[in-house]
């Protein structure tokens, strides 16, 4: 049987709550991914913060640190990300790019609040740098409407367990 891991990030709960629905649903384990250091703010100022990050392309240093050894376990890695500034966050850059992960197939799922127009098309070219793009999905407003957010993830995260290179 093929094994399955979900890696994600996630400030404020949304992403998490999808990633845990998906690992549930597929029986896939489950690791998040944190920068070593975080926003600290959940006030305004934190799309400034995270917004500057992302302009300035910034990949930061990203923990558990010993992913390498831990993916080559796995054959199917899905990896979700909340939407900032139009793209993934920056510890997903910096989980795509560092080549922590090489030559796996990765589907993307990233959750946003309606402004995600290329989001998913940026996610397909940076893991298309070094692994085998699998699907991407996005998941609108999820902290209102999870229920129908969730439903649509496992959906999707099932078709590809059952199948991951028919996508
Ligand atoms: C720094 C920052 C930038 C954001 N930029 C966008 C954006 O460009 N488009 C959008 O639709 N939502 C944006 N959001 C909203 C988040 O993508 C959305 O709330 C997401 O579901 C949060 O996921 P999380 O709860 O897992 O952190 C941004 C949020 C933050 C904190």
Same mark, same amino acid.
């Given at each position: 049987?093929?094994?399955?891991?979900?890696?994600?990030?996630?400030?404020?709960?949304?992403?998490?709550?999808?990633?845990?629905?998906?690992?549930?649903?597929?029986?896939?384990?489950?690791?998040?991914?944190?920068?070593?250091?975080?926003?600290?703010?959940?006030? +305004?100022?934190?799309?400034?913060? @995270?917004?500057?990050?992302? !302009?300035?392309?910034?990949?930061?240093? *990203?923990?558990? =640190? %010993?992913?390498?050894?831990?993916?080559?376990?796995?054959?199917?890695?899905?990896?979700?990300?909340?939407?900032?500034?139009?793209?993934?966050?920056?510890?997903?850059?910096?989980?795509?790019?560092?080549?922590?992960?090489?030559?796996?197939?990765?589907?993307? +799922?990233?959750?946003?609040?309606? @402004?995600?127009?290329?989001? !998913?098309?940026?996610?397909?070219?940076? *893991?298309?740098? =070094? %692994?085998?793009?699998?699907?991407?999905?996005?998941?609108?407003?999820?902290?209102?409407?999870?229920?129908?957010?969730?439903?649509?993830?496992?959906?999707?995260?099932?078709?590809?367990?059952?199948?991951?290179?028919?996508?």
């Amino acid at each position: 049987m093929s094994k399955i891991l979900v890696l994600y990030y996630s400030f404020e709960g949304s992403t998490e709550k999808i990633a845990q629905s998906i690992a549930q649903s597929i029986n896939a384990d489950i690791i998040k991914i944190t920068p070593q250091k975080d926003l600290s703010s959940k006030g +305004f100022s934190k799309y400034l913060w @995270g917004g500057k990050q992302v !302009l300035t392309g910034e990949k930061p240093p *990203i923990l558990p =640190n %010993n992913l390498a050894q831990t993916v080559v376990n796995y054959d199917l890695i899905f990896v979700g990300s909340p939407i900032w500034a139009g793209t993934f966050a920056p510890a997903i850059k910096t989980l795509l790019e560092d080549g922590s992960i090489v030559n796996k197939k990765i589907a993307y +799922f990233c959750t946003h609040k309606g @402004g995600a127009q290329n989001a !998913l098309k940026k996610a397909q070219q940076a *893991i298309e740098t =070094n %692994n085998i793009f699998v699907s991407a999905i996005d998941l609108a407003n999820v902290a209102s409407s999870f229920d129908a957010c969730s439903k649509k993830a496992v959906q999707w995260a099932t078709k590809i367990g059952m199948s991951p290179m028919q996508f």
